[in-house]
């Protein structure tokens, strides 16, 4: 799973690399199984429907759709020019307020949940903590999640080392953290924290498939030509083990809902 502290902080350059390809983003970008939020009732003790809730760093709003969807009262933030249009443009009757994480434009003790999908690790902890318990009611609690890799699949490994040796990084573990390791590095120790790992799948058109790949941040700061270059191979190598051209995507959603202690 992600770190939760990102090398570039929130306005660092993959950061603001989201807005040169937010309508990309919002084409190909999976969304969450009904299970996840399933499990966000679970460990809240209590329905979504008629909960005041704020989708931080809400991108396109592909979580805050499915809050919405389930009666949430939801307000999406979010800090980038072209990830807020094309959430405009998808969701006009949401409320939209510009910032970040680590300083909400909300008011006081406001909110029941917020949520952070794909989006915790854009902030910084030491700060994005105390701004959600400020917001929150005593009683609430801040969700955050992360589609992650299935490692045990093994093109998605094969894939996952390739694109890593791509963007000059190293590839993750294959063994994920444990509960208290992922608490740690999420930045959110100190905290009562309960953890649910949620498998899935989606079926998509192999362009879908690798304009998805091409949407990342790690990508979207590399020389495009190099970027054209790996996704051309990749669909040379995807065609072999998908000749139909539709690729199955699995994916093991981390989720981490906190409640102060």
Known sequence: MPTGRPANGPAGPRARAFDSAAARYAASRPSYPAALLDSVEELLGRPLAGARVADVGAGTGIATLLLGERGARVTAVEPGDGMAAELRRALPRVPLVRGDGNALPLAGGSHDLLTYAQSWQWTDPTR??????????????????????????????????????????????????????????????????????????????????????????????????????????????????????????TYVVDLLVATRP
């Open 128 to 249: 994005s903590v105390p701004e959600a318990l400020r917001v929150l009611r005593p009683d609430g609690a801040l969700a955050v999640w992360w589609n992650t890799t299935a490692f045990d699949v093994p093109w998605i490994r094969a894939q996952h080392e390739r694109i890593a040796r791509h963007c000059g990084t190293s590839p993750r573990p294959a063994v994920r953290p444990d509960d208290g390791e992922a608490v740690r590095l999420a930045g959110l120790a100190g905290l009562r924290v309960a953890r649910r790992r949620i498998r899935w799948r989606r079926t998509v058109a192999l362009d879908t498939h690798l304009a998805n790949l091409g949407s990342r941040s790690a990508f979207l700061v590399l020389d495009p030509a190099a970027n054209r270059a790996f996704l051309d191979a990749e669909r040379e190598r995807l065609r072999a083990a998908f000749p139909d051209g539709t690729v199955e995507e």
